[in-house]
């Protein structure tokens, strides 16, 4: 008879693991290099999380929750406009301790354009921030169910972040986002 699964060891292994991906990325992840580096063994990550592709699930979920915490934390509980919002969202997301989170991001909409049955979930990556997005955004939204304003934010965010992690150019995409805020005042 086997033994029975220990949610608490599961936990603390996706925690290990989430920091582990965050720090190497997807690109080329190995069980038993991601094993060793936590102390464990490929065996073990199996039985606690059934395949590598429901740990990768599983690891992308988490690193998803700590994002959504993390702003949710650092954004003013009260912000005097939707531009106020979006400018405290932008410091957050493009401030140079969330790298790890920005290319982790593109790392999974690239593989998930290429191999989209590796990331069934990955829609859930881009509708899931409608809602923090539509709250910060309510003054130029057009009502509650109002999912295209936060679709176009985020394309433009997505679109800036994508910049700056790839040019490094923070002055300039700085400006843009300046410019996008203009755009949305009324």
Same mark, same amino acid.
Do not use: E, K
């Given at each position: 008879m086997g033994r029975p699964p220990d949610p608490g060891r599961r936990e603390a292994t996706l925690a290990r693991a989430t920091d582990y991906v965050l720090a190497h990325g997807l690109a080329g992840l190995s069980l038993?290099?991601?094993a060793a580096a936590l102390g464990t063994s490929?065996?073990?990550l199996l039985y606690d999380f059934g395949s590598k592709q429901e740990l990768v699930s599983a690891v992308l979920a988490e690193a998803r929750r700590r994002g959504a915490a993390r702003l949710a934390e650092g954004l003013p509980a009260q912000a005097a406009s939707p531009e106020e919002h979006l400018r +405290?969202?932008?410091?957050w997301i493009s401030a140079p301790e969330r790298a790890p989170y920005v290319r982790l991001i593109f790392e999974v909409h690239a593989d998930g354009l290429a191999r989209p049955e590796n990331h069934p979930d990955r829609a859930e990556a881009v509708t899931g921030w409608f809602d923090t997005l539509g709250a910060a955004l309510r003054g130029v939204t057009t009502g509650p169910g109002d999912t295209v304003t936060p679709t176009l934010v985020m394309a433009v965010v997505? +679109?800036?972040l994508f910049d700056l992690t790839t040019t490094g150019d923070r002055h300039r995409t700085d400006l843009a986002l300046d410019r996008f805020c203009a755009l949305l005042r009324p």
């Open positions: 038993r290099p991601l490929p065996r073990m +405290g969202i932008w410091a997505r +679109g800036l």
